[in-house]
């Protein structure tokens, strides 16, 4: 099944770096055309360039000079809570004088909205004289109540003190003034709002209002994360009150399933079971040698319906973030740990689809119920796969022959289909982050792929294949799964690459994922195999949640939904509604308000997955770094896996960590950087470095907190670094850009 991820994203410093290069091409276009984003994958580069301008990295500011014991004329102000005489006051979020805040007046207008206690406004602002208040406040507009939020490390000064931002992409730091440091101890992580524009020495301004602890506790990683990306973490009182006082469902007119040997199949430490499965030889003589697959789902909308406190924090949620120390989930632990979760023995509610094949694994028919199921056994992986390699363990022997065996046959039968369909095949192993009981990492690992991963990953695409024809054929509104197929532009890359490698790319002709499985066969066992699987993942779209179906092209599938997982993908909670109301099986069906605002919600989900992933990614980053802190120094071999302006990124063999090599550590040349190419090359010496190359690097820098790793290139394809034919370094052209950033960064 192919990795639904995205091209990857350049990071602030990356973006920085290229404007720095380019002083007049600035527009968005120019940048998502420079780093080869196209499509959905611009919404990450909307929302950095708009953080950059909020951070001010971009901004254009004239020099404004005024009596710093006075507001300038327009201000940002927050509302406080109204006077005992009924007036509404505002504070100002820019003061930098030395005199007490003074005091604001808001005076509304009729046509003025109703603003409450910590509403932010844009307002212009009349000295008065007289009066018990300084500022009288007329609001030009409301604006967000939720300042620019800053994650770092709390440095003391003597006056005040900074914060160094855990974002490792961030360029610069942020002044708190001594009032507005809320206790904060020096090496504190601390999470922060801006406070103002530029204040001493340059620095924007914030304010302390989180003290996370120590950051480099081994379980403040992922709260890192968490507070940088702002992924909801805590439910409401009153989230938790309406799960509490959840019953399990009756059977009332469900359809009995409980004695269908189903069982579920997880990984060892998962504490939800959300799907479950059985097979068993079709008993139809018009399909002989066929099989008929179960799979059922827990009934999440059963328990989550619409209108609720329940629905709009899963909604917003959008989806459960996975760590490697926690999860932030999507529903409260009471359904999703509880009776949402298909335990053991225990009877749960569930929407089943029986599904019947072919011997070749081609679908002859489906049927959707709503069931009352029990589970017969809550297995793992590793012990199914042993089972079915003939090691079965004390408690699966009895389901040896019943169970699993019929899984494994019918699965081999849906790989016959596969294999005809040919869905994208890449071989991008997997890492996995062991931690000990402490949280610090214990080992760097690449997971194990069995067979029995595959097979319910084939049973679970063939239930979401099921639930799109469904109700596609009823006409229902739903959410597809969408993955266009990949750009003309990042074909064109892949092709250049895969040419540069030896191998062979179709051109002029309608691309299909065959195609590329081919270029995949050609590089499997070559020193290439990596780089081009790397390539071409990063060749594809993001894929998305959308009202409109667009095809999955990695599954080389016309519809596709998901359905499979409702306790932790809204999404799927969203399709399983669309089925209720397709078969009237209730009134907790997708309802008006769900349906007008369906392409809402697709949009918003899309978004909260890319947050989770990038999250994720954050983490791993920063355990990696952790991992590698104590080795700096030592010498590691990797291959080139990204070329930019500033420097080459490799991949290191053992960990998978992603390292920087900056250009100006390269040699004592200067390197001119081929786009199209992806190349740098000394000027002097012709020297070219490349994707794909085979490296030799020594750890230079290992900062756990942002997960950035700096590297020394020594070798390249087991070759010295070649010395200019000049004794010096030849300096190459440099444009100038107007950047607020502050001179001094720290080191």
Same mark, same amino acid.
């Given at each position: 099944m192919i990795a639904e991820t995205m091209a990857r994203i350049p990071s602030k410093a990356e973006i920085l770096d290229w404007i720095s290069e380019n002083p007049t091409q600035m527009g968005k276009r120019e940048i998502a055309k420079a780093f080869g984003l196209k499509g959905s994958d611009r919404i990450d580069l909307k929302r950095i360039l708009r953080e950059l301008q909020d951070e001010g990295y971009l901004e254009k500011r004239k020099r404004t000079y005024r009596d710093p014991d006075k507001l300038p004329p327009v201000s940002v102000l927050q509302i406080e809570s109204p006077g005992q005489d009924g007036d509404v006051y505002a504070r100002p979020l820019e003061w930098a004088g030395e005199a007490p805040v003074p005091i604001i007046l808001f005076v509304p207008r009729d046509s003025d909205p109703a603003l409450g206690e910590g509403d932010r406004i844009l307002a212009r602002l009349t000295e008065v004289s007289g009066d018990d208040h300084a500022y009288e406040a007329r609001m030009i507009r409301r604006i967000g109540t939720n300042p620019q939020r800053i994650l770092g490390v709390f440095r003391k000064l003597s006056e005040g003190g900074r914060i160094v931002p855990v974002d490792k992409g961030a360029a610069r730091e942020w002044h708190i003034g001594e009032r507005d440091i809320s206790g904060a101890q020096d090496g504190e992580l601390v999470e922060a709002e801006q406070s103002g524009?530029?204040?001493? /020495?340059?620095?924007?301004?914030?304010r302390v209002i989180n003290r996370l602890g120590n950051p480099a506790a081994p379980k403040a990683v992922s709260l890192i994360a968490i507070h940088q990306h702002g992924i909801p973490d805590r439910f409401s009182d009153g989230v938790i009150a309406e799960a509490d006082k959840m019953s399990?469902?009756?059977?009332?007119?469900?359809q009995d399933l409980r004695d269908l040997p189903l069982v579920t199949i997880d990984p060892s430490d998962a504490r939800d079971h959300d799907d479950a499965c059985w097979a068993h030889e079709d008993e139809d003589p018009q399909n002989t040698g066929g099989y008929v697959i179960w799979v059922a789902i827990a009934d999440?909308?059963?328990?989550?319906?619409?209108g609720t406190d329940l629905n709009r924090e899963a909604r917003f949620r959008g989806n459960s973030t996975y760590f490697p120390d926690r999860v932030v989930p999507m529903l409260p632990d009471r359904l999703s740990g509880d009776l949402c979760s298909l335990h053991e023995g225990v009877p749960r509610a569930c929407i089943a689809v029986r599904i019947q094949i072919t011997r070749g694994g081609e679908k002859l028919s489906h049927q959707f119920v709503r069931g009352m199921m029990k589970s017969l056994a809550s297995l793992n992986y590793e012990e199914v796969q042993m089972a079915e390699d003939g090691m079965p363990?004390? +408690?699966?022997?009895?389901?040896?022959?019943?169970?699993?065996?019929?899984?494994?046959?019918a699965y081999g039968a849906l790989r016959t289909a596969r294999e005809a369909r040919q869905p994208l095949e890449l071989d991008l192993p997997e890492r996995r982050i062991e931690l000990d009981q402490s949280g610090t990492v214990k080992s760097?690992?690449?997971?194990? +792929?069995?067979?029995?991963?595959? /097979?319910?990953?084939?049973? /679970?695409?063939?239930a979401n294949v099921a639930a799109a024809e469904e109700l596609q054929k009823a006409r229902s509104p739903f959410l597809y799964r969408v993955h266009e197929e990949p750009s003309p532009e990042k074909l064109e890359a892949l092709r250049e690459v895969a040419s540069a490698s030896?191998?062979?790319?179709?051109?002029?002709?309608?691309?299909?994922?065959?195609?590329? =499985?081919?270029?995949?066969?050609q590089a499997e066992g070559t020193d290439h195999d990596e780089l081009i699987n790397l390539t071409t993942l990063r060749s594809m779209t993001q894929a998305y949640y959308s009202p409109e179906n667009l095809g999955h092209f990695g599954l080389a599938l016309r519809s596709y939904a998901h359905f499979t997982s409702p306790i932790r993908r809204y999404s799927d909670l969203v399709v399983h509604r669309a089925l209720v109301s397709v078969h009237g099986w209730g009134a907790d069906g997708l309802s008006n308000a769900e349906i007008e605002t369906i392409s809402d919600t697709a949009k918003h989900i899309s978004e909260t997955e890319r947050r989770s992933m990038a999250a994720e990614r954050d983490t791993t980053d920063r355990y990696l770094a952790s991992y590698l802190s104590e080795r700096v120094g030592s010498e590691m071999s990797g291959r080139i896996s990204g070329v930019a302006r500033f420097g080459a990124f490799v991949k290191l063999d053992e960990t998978g960590a992603?390292?920087?090599?900056?250009?100006?550590?390269?040699? +004592?040349?200067?390197?001119?950087?081929? +786009?199209d190419a992806q190349t740098l090359m000394g000027a002097d010496t012709g020297f070219e470095i490349g994707i794909g190359l085979r490296v030799k690097v020594r750890l230079v820098e290992a900062e756990p907190v942002t997960g950035g790793l700096m590297l020394e290139l020594l070798e390249v394809e087991d070759k010295m670094m070649p010395?200019?034919?000049?004794?010096?370094?030849? =300096?190459?052209?440099?444009?100038?850009?107007k950047r607020n950033v502050s001179r001094r960064r720290r080191k």
């Open positions: 524009p530029k204040g001493r /020495m340059g620095l924007p301004r914030a399990p469902a009756d059977l009332d007119d469900r999440v909308a059963h328990y989550v319906r619409p363990s004390e +408690r699966c022997t009895a389901l040896v022959d019943e169970v699993i065996h019929p899984l494994f046959r760097v690992n690449y997971k194990e +792929r069995l067979d029995a991963h595959r /097979m319910i990953e084939e049973f /679970m695409v063939l030896g191998f062979v790319l179709a051109k002029g002709q309608v691309l299909k994922t065959r195609h590329l =499985n081919h270029l995949l066969d992603d390292g920087l090599v900056p250009i100006r550590s390269i040699g +004592r040349e200067y390197f001119h950087f081929d +786009r010395s200019p034919v000049r004794g010096k370094r030849r =300096n190459g052209p440099r444009r100038g850009f």
